[in-house]
């Protein structure tokens, strides 16, 4: 468990800890005066901004339900089901490319939009937040791509074995764990898009 616990701390501070620094030099820099990709970066910003806060409210949901509130508390139950992060990696390498960042954000988007369908089925009398949610991923991978097409950038294509289908829930309390871990995979994706984000509208 203490070893688990370490890679989990590891794998956490590579993610939200990334080297957004490396950033300044990428292929966008020479956008950075250009008001109608700078007004995409602080509109998206704010949508992603508000797509956290529903998350939350969901995990809040989840807590008080079900009193699953901290992830490590889990990690046995987590390898099982084999629930993983999806990657962004692509935001932060000292190679940065626009379109592989993007792509990898609309990826994820796409895939925690079909993940969001077990958090449905478990919190039915919360249905309008959670269709909401998988709503609003739709379209700000929308909008994404949309600019990607006014920057005359390519789509790269993520293969989609690097986040496979739900695992089947062999109890209630596995689909309330793994609804708990899909919320909370979600929340860093965001968080680490949104840093990527407002990194680029610094520039």
């Known amino acids: 468990m203490c070893c688990l616990t370490r890679m989990l701390v590891l794998v956490l501070s590579v993610l939200l800890g990334a080297p957004w620094r490396a950033l300044h030099g990428a292929p966008l820099a020479e956008l950075s005066g250009d008001q109608d990709f700078q007004l995409f970066l602080h509109k998206n910003l704010e949508f992603t901004r508000k797509i956290k806060g529903d998350v939350a409210a969901l995990q809040r949901v989840v807590c008080d339900t079900f009193q699953l509130c901290k992830e490590e508390e889990l990690l046995l139950v987590q390898q099982d089901l084999r629930i993983t992060q999806v990657a962004l990696e692509q935001c932060h390498r000292p190679s940065f490319?626009?379109?592989?960042?993007?792509?990898?954000?609309?990826?994820?988007?796409?895939?925690?939009?079909?993940?969001?369908?077990?958090?449905?089925?478990?919190?039915?009398?919360?249905?309008?937040?959670?269709?909401?949610?998988?709503?609003?991923?739709?379209?700000?991978?929308?909008?994404?791509q949309q600019q990607m097409e006014d920057l005359g950038l390519a789509t790269v294509t993520f293969p989609a074995e690097d986040h496979g289908p739900l695992p089947a829930f062999s109890s209630r309390f596995q689909h309330q764990v793994g609804g708990f871990l899909i919320l909370a995979n979600f929340q860093r994706f965001l968080e680490t898009a949104y840093r990527a984000l407002r990194h680029l509208a610094r520039l």
């Open 97 to 144: 490319q626009a379109e592989a960042c993007f792509s990898q954000i609309r990826h994820g988007l796409h895939a925690y939009h079909s993940s969001l369908a077990a958090v449905l089925e478990l919190l039915p009398s919360h249905a309008g937040l959670v269709e909401t949610l998988q709503l609003d991923a739709a379209n700000l991978s929308s909008n994404i």
